[in-house]
């Protein structure tokens, strides 16, 4: 998918030459499909749309970039997004479709869906919160009754297979629908004919509420090794099932969210977004660092007699501001990581905060020992500089350290992403404070 292919298409798109893009697009996977409508404008995908089947044009629906899918979308009828796509799409990724329409256009679409049953589907599955099990799941799924026999079994299943796309687990339920367990397929050729689903089923199935946060879906899901995941209602059951590459999907999200608020953007945002949405989501904590480097010069502008006394104080400003910026950083990522993946607890803070202090404390020993004698031998034993910089770093990696653990402890605590301590925040507040410690310790040691 270079640039000459994207090229040669969007050139004969422009000839009208339906036939010989059709050619280049047969072999193509949908996925790939998609790659190259993320690359058109709005008006050459719809050209790419016409020339495919439904069921590959809804597939690629799927794989498109959000922001294109959206754009796209805006230019289409409501009847052509439910005959051309909704139908031939699974629940979950017809529900994530929906979510990108407002409501008037959802009203309007449902309304042309044919499928009765699936449109109720849909209905039922927008009334959860996109963040939650009941938000991600589809519904589409083979169900067995535990008491049916083998040959019964085998039958439903293979009239339920029919309408499926992929089958992952074949689950049992009783008779008022509860999940009762997951039927192993292995089970059905070397089980006897006779016997009951309920006699050789997989009881207990790992399976999660329709209220469960999707964090714990993924938690869920990679702990046990699973490809996919029942979904419960508040009585036990079967509402839909969780699979791995909707998760998959959800994670890289969630990366991608948190990396951004780690970097300092405030809304999530792409390489070909325009000018104002990138202003935007970059300018809110750029304005905030620009107050904390005002507030900094503030603090520095009231010790022109220090530096009037030891000039070479100024020379270390840099240092304390950077050290104090990346021990907390690190100290905060190491527990955003530990609260993503459940590995640290928000309740164990104490604790956590214990430990850290202690590898502060080694951290901040040796740096500070290397920058004494680092001055030592440059200014000499009774300069000012020579003990005061180096108490003041251990001062600043203590508090750095401690400060960038308490954060996003807290910050969880609150039900408040974590992921924003990783970034500016920390690094702003720690610059600020550490000239603080800075300066004070110099005037006092003066």
Known sequence: MNEEYIDNVKHLIEQKDADKVKELLIDLHPADIAELCNDLNPEEARFIYRLLDNETAADVLVEMDEDVRKEFLEILPSETIAKRFVDYMDTDDAVDLMR??????????????????????????????????????GTEMVLVNENWSMPECLKEMRQQAEELDEIYYVYVIDDDERLRGIFPLKKMITSPSVSKVKHVMQKDPISVHVDTPIDEVVQAIEKYDLVAIPVIDSIGRLVGQITVDDVM??????SERDYQLASGLSQDVETDDNVLRQTTARLPWLLIGMLGGIGNSMILGNFDSTFAAHPEMALYIPLIGGTGGNVGTQSSAIIVQGLANSSLDAKNTFKQITKESVVALINATIISLLVYTYNFIRFGATATVTYSVSISLFAVVMFASIFGTLVPMTLEKFKIDP????????????DIIGMMLYMGITVLLS
Do not use: C, W
């Open 100 to 137: 990108e329409l407002d409501e008037d256009k959802q009203e309007e679409v449902l309304s042309h869906i044919e499928d009765i049953e699936q449109a109720g589907d849909i209905v039922d599955l927008l009334k959860y919160d996109e963040n939650t099990a009941g938000g991600l799941m």
């Open 419 to 430: 992921a924003i301590a990783t970034g500016p925040f920390i690094a702003i507040t720690n």
């Open 249 to 254: 999907d959800e994670v890289r999200e969630q």
